[in-house]
């Protein structure tokens, strides 16, 4: 079975600062995607970037990039120039890219604190 | 905003009752998804339906039901109430046959359920 680790439960950066958040997974499947999710206290899941494991160039997607490591089953965000709005809880996602479902499995989170 | 409704957005019940929960999917999104939060944790997910079928389950009993309409709108459904069920239930609508394509999820807000 797929699983997500999350071992930072809770980070803190200084506004326009950088912070990358970590996450690992563990699969034998050789091909699936890979997300970063925020979720503010509004509670609504908000994409914030997505990596296919097929494409050995990291994802980015403007202040937000990722360092995926197929071989370490390793997948960080980091954040730069930290703005007040990142303050959230993110979510590291992992998603077979077969099967007939588009069933998300989530780490624990971690809970991201701005500081002006 | 992503166009996914869920309501309503707060609930209590006891131990022991029934529930109903109800997303309105993003318009034209034939696939829904149920996701189970609890505190602290992140998304489990609960089942999905494609196309008012449902092709895809997590490891939840069948206490747990729900269909999706032919407008695309769907329910979740819990019977038995036990207080382990207290806890954010998000639903998510994408377009496509969830096997094929990887398009995106969109989230509503949640319904937060107190089981007393």
């Known amino acids: 079975a797929q699983t997500v680790t999350q071992s930072q439960p809770e980070m803190s950066v200084q506004e326009a600062e950088t912070v990358t958040l970590s996450c690992t997974y563990d699969?034998?499947?050789?091909?699936?995607?890979l997300f970063w999710y925020k979720q503010p206290p509004s509670r609504q899941m908000i994409l914030v970037i997505r990596q296919e494991a097929y494409k050995q160039q990291n994802a980015t997607e403007n202040r937000f990039s990722v360092n995926f490591q197929k071989a370490a089953k390793s997948f960080s965000l980091k954040i730069s120039d930290s703005q007040l709005g990142d303050a959230a809880m993110y979510f590291c996602?992992?998603?077979?890219?077969?099967?007939?479902?588009?069933?998300?499995?989530f780490g624990t989170g971690t809970l991201l604190a701005v500081q002006p | 905003e992503t166009g996914v409704t869920q309501s309503p957005t707060h609930l209590i019940k006891t131990r022991g009752q029934q529930v109903t929960l109800r997303c309105s999917s993003q318009?034209?999104?034939?696939?829904v998804s149920w996701y189970q939060q609890a505190l602290g944790q992140g998304p489990q997910f609960i089942f999905q339906?494609?196309?008012?079928?449902?092709?895809g389950r997590g490891n939840f009993p069948p206490r747990f039901s729900g269909l999706q309409f032919p407008n695309y709108s769907s329910e979740l459904n819990v019977n038995a109430l036990e207080l382990d069920d207290s806890a954010l239930y998000l639903c998510?609508?994408?377009?496509?046959?969830?096997?094929?394509?990887?398009?995106?999820?969109?989230f509503g807000s949640g319904t937060q359920l107190s089981v007393l």
């Open positions: 318009s034209g999104h034939n696939t």
């Open positions: 998510a609508s994408s377009l496509g046959n969830p096997g094929t394509t990887n398009e995106k999820l969109f």
């Open positions: 699969t034998s499947e050789s091909d699936y995607y």
């Open positions: 996602a992992y998603r077979r890219r077969s099967g007939a479902t588009n069933k998300l499995i």
């Open positions: 339906y494609y196309r008012e079928e449902e092709n």
